[in-house]
Protein backbone atom coordinates (compact mmCIF):
# COMPACT_ATOMS: atom_id res chain seq x y z
CA UNK A 1 0.00 0.00 0.00
CA UNK A 2 2.42 1.98 0.81
CA UNK A 3 4.93 1.64 -1.45
CA UNK A 4 2.34 1.88 -4.23
CA UNK A 5 1.45 5.66 -2.81
CA UNK A 6 5.31 5.80 -3.19
CA UNK A 7 5.39 5.15 -6.74
CA UNK A 8 3.00 7.19 -7.90
CA UNK A 9 4.39 10.36 -6.24
CA UNK A 10 7.73 9.53 -7.52
CA UNK A 11 6.36 9.01 -10.76
CA UNK A 12 5.35 12.44 -10.31
CA UNK A 13 7.91 13.79 -9.12
CA UNK A 14 10.17 12.78 -12.47
CA UNK A 15 7.99 14.28 -14.38
CA UNK A 16 9.04 17.44 -12.30
CA UNK A 17 9.33 20.17 -15.30
CA UNK A 18 5.51 20.10 -15.90
CA UNK A 19 5.01 20.84 -12.40
CA UNK A 20 6.69 24.19 -12.49
CA UNK A 21 4.18 25.52 -15.18
CA UNK A 22 1.75 27.21 -12.49
CA UNK A 23 -1.25 28.64 -14.03
CA UNK A 24 -2.77 32.01 -12.52
CA UNK A 25 -6.69 30.61 -11.90
CA UNK A 26 -9.89 32.50 -12.68
CA UNK A 27 -10.08 32.88 -8.60
CA UNK A 28 -12.07 36.02 -7.60
CA UNK A 29 -10.60 37.60 -4.04
CA UNK A 30 -12.46 39.61 -1.94
CA UNK A 31 -15.36 37.32 -0.83
CA UNK A 32 -16.54 38.19 2.84
CA UNK A 33 -14.25 36.59 5.46
CA UNK A 34 -16.39 32.70 6.50
CA UNK A 35 -16.85 33.04 10.03
CA UNK A 36 -16.65 29.07 11.30
CA UNK A 37 -20.21 28.15 12.73
CA UNK A 38 -19.18 26.91 16.44
CA UNK A 39 -19.61 23.70 18.33
CA UNK A 40 -19.85 24.08 21.90
CA UNK A 41 -18.74 20.99 23.17
CA UNK A 42 -19.61 20.29 26.85
CA UNK A 43 -19.88 17.31 28.49
CA UNK A 44 -23.53 15.93 26.86
CA UNK A 45 -23.48 13.67 23.85
CA UNK A 46 -24.66 14.78 20.85
CA UNK A 47 -21.51 16.21 19.02
CA UNK A 48 -20.62 15.10 16.20
CA UNK A 49 -17.91 15.26 13.81
CA UNK A 50 -18.38 13.76 10.21
CA UNK A 51 -15.66 13.60 8.09
CA UNK A 52 -17.05 13.64 4.37
CA UNK A 53 -16.29 14.21 0.68
CA UNK A 54 -18.01 17.04 -0.89
CA UNK A 55 -17.00 19.63 -3.60
CA UNK A 56 -17.16 23.36 -2.71
CA UNK A 57 -16.87 26.09 -5.25
CA UNK A 58 -13.76 27.63 -4.23
CA UNK A 59 -14.01 29.44 -7.45
CA UNK A 60 -17.50 30.72 -8.32
CA UNK A 61 -19.02 28.47 -10.83
CA UNK A 62 -16.45 25.71 -9.95
CA UNK A 63 -16.99 22.52 -8.11
CA UNK A 64 -13.45 21.08 -6.29
CA UNK A 65 -13.72 17.92 -4.66
CA UNK A 66 -12.60 18.23 -0.86
CA UNK A 67 -12.76 16.43 2.63
CA UNK A 68 -14.26 18.01 5.59
CA UNK A 69 -15.67 17.67 8.82
CA UNK A 70 -19.24 17.92 8.67
CA UNK A 71 -19.23 20.50 6.28
CA UNK A 72 -17.50 20.84 2.45
CA UNK A 73 -14.01 21.78 3.62
CA UNK A 74 -12.69 22.33 6.96
CA UNK A 75 -15.11 21.93 9.87
CA UNK A 76 -16.80 23.82 12.74
CA UNK A 77 -15.21 25.66 15.35
CA UNK A 78 -14.92 23.52 18.59
CA UNK A 79 -15.14 25.09 21.73
CA UNK A 80 -14.12 23.36 24.94
CA UNK A 81 -14.20 24.75 28.38
CA UNK A 82 -11.44 23.87 31.08
CA UNK A 83 -12.81 21.86 33.79
CA UNK A 84 -15.04 20.01 31.48
CA UNK A 85 -15.11 16.67 30.04
CA UNK A 86 -15.70 16.99 25.84
CA UNK A 87 -17.60 13.83 24.45
CA UNK A 88 -16.83 13.97 20.73
CA UNK A 89 -18.24 11.19 18.14
CA UNK A 90 -16.43 11.53 15.27
CA UNK A 91 -17.58 8.96 12.13
CA UNK A 92 -15.95 8.48 8.97
CA UNK A 93 -17.76 8.98 6.07
CA UNK A 94 -15.28 8.22 3.26
CA UNK A 95 -13.28 5.85 1.92
CA UNK A 96 -10.04 5.96 4.01
CA UNK A 97 -9.23 6.09 7.34
CA UNK A 98 -8.81 8.99 9.14
CA UNK A 99 -8.31 10.15 12.88
CA UNK A 100 -8.96 13.73 14.44
CA UNK A 101 -5.80 14.59 16.29
CA UNK A 102 -6.42 17.74 18.61
CA UNK A 103 -3.49 19.17 18.10
CA UNK A 104 -1.66 20.92 20.99
CA UNK A 105 -4.26 19.73 23.57
CA UNK A 106 -2.88 17.93 26.46
CA UNK A 107 -4.87 14.37 26.61
CA UNK A 108 -3.57 11.21 27.20
CA UNK A 109 -2.15 9.30 24.26
CA UNK A 110 -5.08 7.26 23.87
CA UNK A 111 -7.73 9.98 23.24
CA UNK A 112 -4.85 12.35 20.87
CA UNK A 113 -5.79 11.44 17.77
CA UNK A 114 -2.43 9.77 16.44
CA UNK A 115 -1.92 7.66 13.63
CA UNK A 116 -2.63 4.46 16.25
CA UNK A 117 -6.03 5.72 16.16
CA UNK A 118 -7.03 5.86 12.83
CA UNK A 119 -10.35 4.30 12.09
CA UNK A 120 -12.18 3.07 9.07
CA UNK A 121 -15.23 3.75 6.60
CA UNK A 122 -18.26 3.32 8.63
CA UNK A 123 -16.63 3.88 11.83
CA UNK A 124 -16.93 6.11 14.57
CA UNK A 125 -14.37 6.83 17.65
CA UNK A 126 -16.05 8.17 20.50
CA UNK A 127 -12.88 9.95 23.00
CA UNK A 128 -14.12 11.76 26.07
CA UNK A 129 -11.52 14.59 25.98
CA UNK A 130 -10.87 15.84 29.71
CA UNK A 131 -11.04 19.49 29.11
CA UNK A 132 -6.98 20.02 30.50
CA UNK A 133 -6.12 23.06 28.95
CA UNK A 134 -5.40 26.66 29.68
CA UNK A 135 -7.16 29.04 27.52
CA UNK A 136 -5.54 28.74 23.64
CA UNK A 137 -6.41 28.68 20.23
CA UNK A 138 -5.09 25.32 18.61
CA UNK A 139 -6.80 23.35 15.77
CA UNK A 140 -7.50 19.41 14.83
CA UNK A 141 -6.83 17.50 11.40
CA UNK A 142 -6.38 13.80 10.31
CA UNK A 143 -3.22 12.52 11.46
CA UNK A 144 -3.14 8.79 9.54
CA UNK A 145 0.40 8.03 8.38
CA UNK A 146 1.39 8.30 4.50
CA UNK A 147 -2.29 10.19 4.16
CA UNK A 148 -1.72 13.42 6.15
CA UNK A 149 -0.86 15.54 3.65
CA UNK A 150 -3.18 14.72 1.29
CA UNK A 151 -6.22 14.60 3.65
CA UNK A 152 -5.40 17.95 5.37
CA UNK A 153 -5.18 19.58 1.97
CA UNK A 154 -8.52 18.59 0.89
CA UNK A 155 -9.93 19.87 4.03
CA UNK A 156 -9.71 17.54 6.92
CA UNK A 157 -9.12 20.32 9.41
CA UNK A 158 -10.73 22.70 11.47
CA UNK A 159 -10.03 25.35 14.29
CA UNK A 160 -10.76 24.73 18.25
CA UNK A 161 -10.70 27.48 21.47
CA UNK A 162 -10.44 27.15 24.61
CA UNK A 163 -12.00 29.12 27.54
CA UNK A 164 -10.89 29.16 30.70
CA UNK A 165 -13.98 29.99 32.40
CA UNK A 166 -12.06 31.05 36.02
CA UNK A 167 -10.07 33.59 34.29
CA UNK A 168 -11.15 36.98 33.02
CA UNK A 169 -9.35 38.39 30.43
CA UNK A 170 -9.86 41.93 29.45
CA UNK A 171 -9.10 41.40 25.50
CA UNK A 172 -11.89 41.20 22.37
CA UNK A 173 -13.57 38.17 22.88
CA UNK A 174 -17.27 38.47 20.78
CA UNK A 175 -16.41 35.76 18.40
CA UNK A 176 -17.32 37.29 14.59
CA UNK A 177 -17.87 41.01 15.95
CA UNK A 178 -14.47 41.45 17.74
CA UNK A 179 -12.91 38.10 17.75
CA UNK A 180 -12.46 35.96 14.64
CA UNK A 181 -10.16 32.95 14.06
CA UNK A 182 -8.06 32.89 10.77
CA UNK A 183 -6.98 29.53 8.97
CA UNK A 184 -4.63 30.51 6.63
CA UNK A 185 -3.88 27.94 4.12
CA UNK A 186 -1.91 27.96 0.72
CA UNK A 187 -3.85 26.14 -2.14
CA UNK A 188 -3.18 25.50 -6.13
CA UNK A 189 -5.92 25.62 -8.62
CA UNK A 190 -5.46 24.20 -12.23
CA UNK A 191 -6.63 26.68 -15.40
CA UNK A 192 -9.84 26.03 -14.72
CA UNK A 193 -10.27 26.60 -11.07
CA UNK A 194 -10.34 23.27 -9.57
CA UNK A 195 -8.04 23.18 -6.64
CA UNK A 196 -5.49 20.93 -7.14
CA UNK A 197 -2.38 18.87 -5.01
CA UNK A 198 0.12 16.89 -7.31
CA UNK A 199 3.17 16.39 -5.62
CA UNK A 200 6.82 16.66 -7.01
CA UNK A 201 10.09 16.31 -6.22
CA UNK A 202 10.39 20.22 -5.37
CA UNK A 203 6.99 19.57 -3.30
CA UNK A 204 8.74 17.15 -1.71
CA UNK A 205 11.99 18.97 -0.56
CA UNK A 206 10.63 22.14 0.11
CA UNK A 207 7.01 20.84 1.23
CA UNK A 208 4.14 22.14 -1.21
CA UNK A 209 3.31 25.65 -1.59
CA UNK A 210 -0.09 26.47 -3.30
CA UNK A 211 -0.36 29.29 -5.88
CA UNK A 212 -3.60 30.72 -4.03
CA UNK A 213 -4.09 31.86 -0.32
CA UNK A 214 -7.13 30.74 1.29
CA UNK A 215 -8.12 32.20 4.49
CA UNK A 216 -10.76 29.98 6.55
CA UNK A 217 -11.12 28.36 3.09
CA UNK A 218 -11.90 31.66 1.13
CA UNK A 219 -9.25 33.09 -1.39
CA UNK A 220 -7.73 36.02 -0.34
CA UNK A 221 -11.29 37.54 1.65
CA UNK A 222 -12.44 40.88 3.57
CA UNK A 223 -13.35 41.17 6.99
CA UNK A 224 -15.05 43.91 7.79
CA UNK A 225 -14.67 44.35 11.57
CA UNK A 226 -15.73 47.40 13.60
CA UNK A 227 -13.49 50.38 14.79
CA UNK A 228 -11.14 49.33 17.99
CA UNK A 229 -9.49 46.63 18.96
CA UNK A 230 -9.84 43.54 16.99
CA UNK A 231 -8.43 40.18 18.00
CA UNK A 232 -7.19 37.74 15.31
CA UNK A 233 -6.64 34.17 16.44
CA UNK A 234 -3.86 33.40 13.12
CA UNK A 235 -3.68 29.79 12.63
CA UNK A 236 -1.28 28.58 9.83
CA UNK A 237 -3.01 25.80 8.36
CA UNK A 238 -0.90 25.16 5.70
CA UNK A 239 0.77 21.83 4.50
CA UNK A 240 4.72 23.69 4.60
CA UNK A 241 4.18 27.06 3.81
CA UNK A 242 5.78 29.81 6.40
CA UNK A 243 4.07 32.98 6.55
CA UNK A 244 5.90 36.72 7.71
CA UNK A 245 2.80 38.50 8.53
CA UNK A 246 2.39 42.56 8.79
CA UNK A 247 -0.11 45.10 7.20
CA UNK A 248 0.19 47.24 4.32
CA UNK A 249 0.68 50.29 6.60
CA UNK A 250 3.25 48.94 9.04
CA UNK A 251 1.25 49.32 11.61
CA UNK A 252 1.85 48.25 14.52
CA UNK A 253 0.06 45.04 16.43
CA UNK A 254 0.23 43.32 19.73
CA UNK A 255 0.53 39.67 20.26
CA UNK A 256 -1.52 38.24 22.94
CA UNK A 257 -1.48 34.44 22.92
CA UNK A 258 0.51 31.95 21.20
CA UNK A 259 0.65 28.27 20.58
CA UNK A 260 -0.20 26.76 24.28
CA UNK A 261 -1.78 30.51 25.51
CA UNK A 262 -1.59 33.87 26.87
CA UNK A 263 2.05 35.58 27.08
CA UNK A 264 2.49 37.53 30.26
CA UNK A 265 2.43 40.55 28.26
CA UNK A 266 1.05 41.69 24.96
CA UNK A 267 4.24 41.86 22.73
CA UNK A 268 4.18 44.95 20.63
CA UNK A 269 5.14 44.10 16.94
CA UNK A 270 5.16 45.10 13.19
CA UNK A 271 5.58 41.75 11.78
CA UNK A 272 4.78 38.24 12.76
CA UNK A 273 6.36 35.01 11.22
CA UNK A 274 4.61 31.47 11.78
CA UNK A 275 5.43 28.47 10.16
CA UNK A 276 3.29 25.35 9.42
CA UNK A 277 0.66 24.62 12.34
CA UNK A 278 1.90 27.40 14.71
CA UNK A 279 -0.53 29.81 16.39
CA UNK A 280 -0.90 33.35 17.68
CA UNK A 281 -3.34 35.34 18.78
CA UNK A 282 -2.70 39.37 17.99
CA UNK A 283 -4.81 42.44 19.00
CA UNK A 284 -4.90 44.90 16.18
CA UNK A 285 -5.95 48.26 16.54
CA UNK A 286 -8.53 49.61 13.59
CA UNK A 287 -9.68 53.27 15.87
CA UNK A 288 -8.29 54.88 12.96
CA UNK A 289 -10.22 53.38 10.03
CA UNK A 290 -7.93 53.04 7.74
CA UNK A 291 -8.84 49.70 5.10
CA UNK A 292 -5.64 47.85 5.78
CA UNK A 293 -4.47 44.74 3.86
CA UNK A 294 -3.17 41.30 5.95
CA UNK A 295 0.00 40.37 4.03
CA UNK A 296 3.05 38.14 4.01
CA UNK A 297 6.10 39.28 2.67
CA UNK A 298 7.79 35.39 3.08
CA UNK A 299 6.81 34.05 -0.48
CA UNK A 300 8.71 30.82 0.14
CA UNK A 301 8.81 28.28 2.77
CA UNK A 302 12.51 29.28 3.95
CA UNK A 303 13.97 25.84 3.00
CA UNK A 304 17.15 25.04 1.71
CA UNK A 305 18.57 27.85 3.39
CA UNK A 306 16.29 30.06 1.71
CA UNK A 307 18.67 30.55 -1.30
CA UNK A 308 19.31 28.05 -4.00
CA UNK A 309 15.84 26.62 -4.26
CA UNK A 310 13.66 29.62 -3.09
CA UNK A 311 10.24 29.17 -4.50
CA UNK A 312 10.06 32.02 -6.35
CA UNK A 313 13.50 31.75 -8.48
CA UNK A 314 11.94 27.86 -9.22
CA UNK A 315 8.35 28.46 -9.78
CA UNK A 316 8.02 31.70 -11.71
CA UNK A 317 7.35 33.75 -8.94
CA UNK A 318 4.61 33.54 -6.02
CA UNK A 319 4.22 36.77 -6.18
CA UNK A 320 2.97 36.78 -9.33
CA UNK A 321 1.06 34.26 -9.11
CA UNK A 322 -0.74 35.51 -6.22
CA UNK A 323 -3.20 38.46 -6.86
CA UNK A 324 -1.33 39.72 -9.67
CA UNK A 325 1.92 41.69 -8.09
CA UNK A 326 5.07 41.67 -9.10
CA UNK A 327 7.93 38.99 -8.08
CA UNK A 328 8.93 39.41 -4.36
CA UNK A 329 5.92 41.49 -3.79
CA UNK A 330 4.15 40.35 -0.95
CA UNK A 331 0.87 37.95 -0.84
CA UNK A 332 -2.33 39.29 0.22
CA UNK A 333 -4.24 37.14 2.87
CA UNK A 334 -7.19 39.31 4.34
CA UNK A 335 -8.53 42.65 3.58
CA UNK A 336 -10.27 44.79 6.34
CA UNK A 337 -12.78 47.11 5.97
CA UNK A 338 -14.17 49.13 8.99
CA UNK A 339 -17.84 48.91 9.52
CA UNK A 340 -19.52 51.47 12.06
CA UNK A 341 -21.12 48.68 14.05
CA UNK A 342 -20.35 49.54 17.59
CA UNK A 343 -17.10 47.61 18.97
CA UNK A 344 -18.48 45.85 22.33
CA UNK A 345 -14.47 44.84 23.84
CA UNK A 346 -12.37 47.31 25.77
CA UNK A 347 -10.79 50.06 24.50
CA UNK A 348 -7.22 49.07 26.01
CA UNK A 349 -5.25 46.61 26.04
CA UNK A 350 -4.01 45.27 29.86
CA UNK A 351 -0.63 45.43 30.89
CA UNK A 352 -0.37 42.08 32.11
CA UNK A 353 -1.92 39.11 30.87
CA UNK A 354 -2.67 35.61 33.47
CA UNK A 355 -0.48 33.35 31.15
CA UNK A 356 -0.39 29.70 32.23
CA UNK A 357 2.53 29.49 35.04
CA UNK A 358 4.33 26.17 35.18
CA UNK A 359 7.33 25.77 36.71
CA UNK A 360 9.54 23.06 34.84
CA UNK A 361 12.53 23.71 36.88
CA UNK A 362 15.94 22.16 35.94
CA UNK A 363 15.77 19.13 33.34
CA UNK A 364 16.76 16.09 34.38
CA UNK A 365 18.23 14.91 31.33
CA UNK A 366 18.77 15.53 27.45
CA UNK A 367 17.81 14.15 24.47
CA UNK A 368 19.21 14.92 20.97
CA UNK A 369 17.15 14.76 17.60
CA UNK A 370 18.56 15.38 14.06
CA UNK A 371 15.84 16.20 10.96
CA UNK A 372 17.37 14.33 8.24
CA UNK A 373 15.91 15.18 4.92
CA UNK A 374 18.74 12.93 3.19
CA UNK A 375 18.16 15.85 -0.07
CA UNK A 376 21.77 15.58 -0.26
CA UNK A 377 21.82 12.14 -2.60
CA UNK A 378 17.19 12.73 -2.59
CA UNK A 379 17.09 11.00 -5.76
CA UNK A 380 19.42 8.35 -4.58
CA UNK A 381 17.28 7.43 -1.52
CA UNK A 382 14.64 7.65 -3.53
CA UNK A 383 15.71 5.15 -6.38
CA UNK A 384 16.34 2.86 -3.17
CA UNK A 385 12.86 3.10 -1.87
CA UNK A 386 11.77 2.26 -5.30
CA UNK A 387 13.79 -1.52 -5.31
CA UNK A 388 13.71 -1.59 -1.40
CA UNK A 389 12.15 -0.05 1.61
CA UNK A 390 8.44 1.30 1.80
CA UNK A 391 8.79 4.77 0.16
CA UNK A 392 10.07 6.66 3.94
CA UNK A 393 13.05 8.94 2.88
CA UNK A 394 13.18 11.28 5.24
CA UNK A 395 13.42 10.67 9.26
CA UNK A 396 15.01 11.87 12.42
CA UNK A 397 17.91 10.15 14.05
CA UNK A 398 18.46 8.85 10.84
CA UNK A 399 15.18 6.75 11.67
CA UNK A 400 12.33 7.02 9.06
CA UNK A 401 9.22 6.63 11.17
CA UNK A 402 7.77 3.00 11.76
CA UNK A 403 4.21 2.65 13.61
CA UNK A 404 5.12 -0.12 14.95
CA UNK A 405 8.59 1.05 16.60
CA UNK A 406 8.48 3.08 20.01
CA UNK A 407 11.51 5.52 19.29
CA UNK A 408 11.88 6.65 22.96
CA UNK A 409 10.52 6.31 26.51
CA UNK A 410 9.58 8.88 28.49
CA UNK A 411 9.27 9.40 32.20
CA UNK A 412 6.04 11.01 33.06
CA UNK A 413 6.66 13.88 34.87
CA UNK A 414 10.44 14.70 34.42
CA UNK A 415 11.50 17.55 32.73
CA UNK A 416 13.86 17.30 29.89
CA UNK A 417 16.02 19.52 27.66
CA UNK A 418 15.56 18.10 24.03
CA UNK A 419 18.20 19.75 21.48
CA UNK A 420 17.10 19.47 17.91
CA UNK A 421 19.40 20.38 15.04
CA UNK A 422 18.44 20.31 11.44
CA UNK A 423 20.85 18.65 9.11
CA UNK A 424 19.94 21.20 6.08
CA UNK A 425 16.42 23.39 6.05
CA UNK A 426 14.00 24.82 7.92
CA UNK A 427 11.65 22.37 9.58
CA UNK A 428 8.50 23.14 12.26
CA UNK A 429 9.32 20.79 14.83
CA UNK A 430 5.81 19.19 16.99
CA UNK A 431 5.79 17.95 20.14
CA UNK A 432 2.07 15.65 21.09
CA UNK A 433 1.24 15.73 24.53
CA UNK A 434 2.55 19.12 25.67
CA UNK A 435 2.81 22.19 25.68
CA UNK A 436 6.88 23.26 26.01
CA UNK A 437 9.15 26.65 26.40
CA UNK A 438 12.04 27.76 24.10
CA UNK A 439 15.30 28.10 25.21
CA UNK A 440 17.98 28.48 22.28
CA UNK A 441 16.13 28.92 18.79
CA UNK A 442 18.09 28.51 15.79
CA UNK A 443 21.81 29.16 17.65
CA UNK A 444 20.48 32.14 19.46
CA UNK A 445 18.93 32.41 22.88
CA UNK A 446 15.33 34.08 23.03
CA UNK A 447 13.16 35.97 25.53
CA UNK A 448 10.64 33.34 26.91
CA UNK A 449 7.88 36.55 27.40
CA UNK A 450 7.69 36.67 23.69
CA UNK A 451 7.43 33.56 22.56
CA UNK A 452 5.18 31.56 25.62
CA UNK A 453 4.04 28.01 25.32
CA UNK A 454 4.83 26.37 22.09
CA UNK A 455 3.98 22.57 20.79
CA UNK A 456 5.64 24.02 17.30
CA UNK A 457 9.21 25.71 17.18
CA UNK A 458 11.15 26.15 13.53
CA UNK A 459 14.28 24.77 13.41
CA UNK A 460 16.82 25.69 11.56
CA UNK A 461 19.61 25.67 13.55
CA UNK A 462 20.44 24.39 17.48
CA UNK A 463 17.21 24.41 19.15
CA UNK A 464 16.33 23.54 22.32
CA UNK A 465 13.04 23.44 24.04
CA UNK A 466 12.55 22.72 27.86
CA UNK A 467 9.72 19.95 28.48
CA UNK A 468 7.68 17.77 30.73
CA UNK A 469 5.10 15.11 30.16
CA UNK A 470 1.90 15.71 32.98
CA UNK A 471 0.00 13.34 30.08
CA UNK A 472 0.77 9.34 29.62
CA UNK A 473 0.70 7.27 26.65
CA UNK A 474 1.00 4.21 25.99
CA UNK A 475 2.84 2.12 23.38
CA UNK A 476 -0.41 1.31 21.71
CA UNK A 477 -1.49 4.90 21.37
CA UNK A 478 1.69 6.92 21.89
CA UNK A 479 2.74 10.03 20.77
CA UNK A 480 4.45 11.52 18.44
CA UNK A 481 7.08 14.14 17.74
CA UNK A 482 7.71 15.41 13.63
CA UNK A 483 8.27 17.93 11.41
CA UNK A 484 4.91 19.74 10.31
CA UNK A 485 5.73 19.96 6.46
CA UNK A 486 2.96 17.50 6.21
CA UNK A 487 4.97 16.31 3.33
CA UNK A 488 7.60 15.71 5.01
CA UNK A 489 5.85 14.35 8.20
CA UNK A 490 4.12 11.53 5.53
CA UNK A 491 7.60 10.44 4.20
CA UNK A 492 9.18 9.59 7.50
CA UNK A 493 10.20 12.50 9.61
CA UNK A 494 8.15 11.87 12.54
CA UNK A 495 9.49 9.49 15.37
CA UNK A 496 6.71 8.25 18.46
CA UNK A 497 7.37 7.75 22.27
CA UNK A 498 5.58 6.61 25.71
CA UNK A 499 4.79 8.39 28.43
CA UNK A 500 4.77 5.96 31.46
CU1 LIG B 1 -0.66 18.86 13.98
CU2 LIG B 1 1.21 15.47 14.92
O1 LIG B 1 0.19 17.17 14.48
CU1 LIG C 1 -0.13 17.53 17.15
CU1 LIG D 1 10.52 19.12 7.50
Not at 6 to 18: M, N, R
Amino acid sequence: MKRRQFLSLTTAALAAPTLFVRRANAAEPGAPLPVPEVMDVGPGSGNRLEAIRSTREFVTGVRSDTLGYSQDYLGPLLRFRRGQTAKMDVTNRIDAPITAHWHGMHVPGHLDGGPQLAFGPGETWSPELPIDHPAATLFYHSHVHGRTADQVYRGLAGLIIIDDPDIDVPLPRDYGVNDFPLIVQDRSFDGAGRMTYDIGMMDLMQGFHGTEILVNGAIRPKLTVPAGLVRLRLVNGSNARMYDFSFTDGRTFHQVASDGGLLTAPVSMTGLRLAAAERAEIVVDFTDRASVRLVSTQGGSGMMGGGMMGNSGMMGGNGGMMGGGAEGSPLEILSFEIADARNPGPARLPEALPAPVVDLGEPVRRRDFTLNMHAGNMMGSMLNNLIGRDGQIMGINDESYDMGRIDLQVPHGETELWRINADMSMHPFHVHGTSFQVVMQNGRSVDPARIGWKDVVHVQGPTEILLRFDKRARADAPFMYHCHILEHEDVGMMGQFTVL
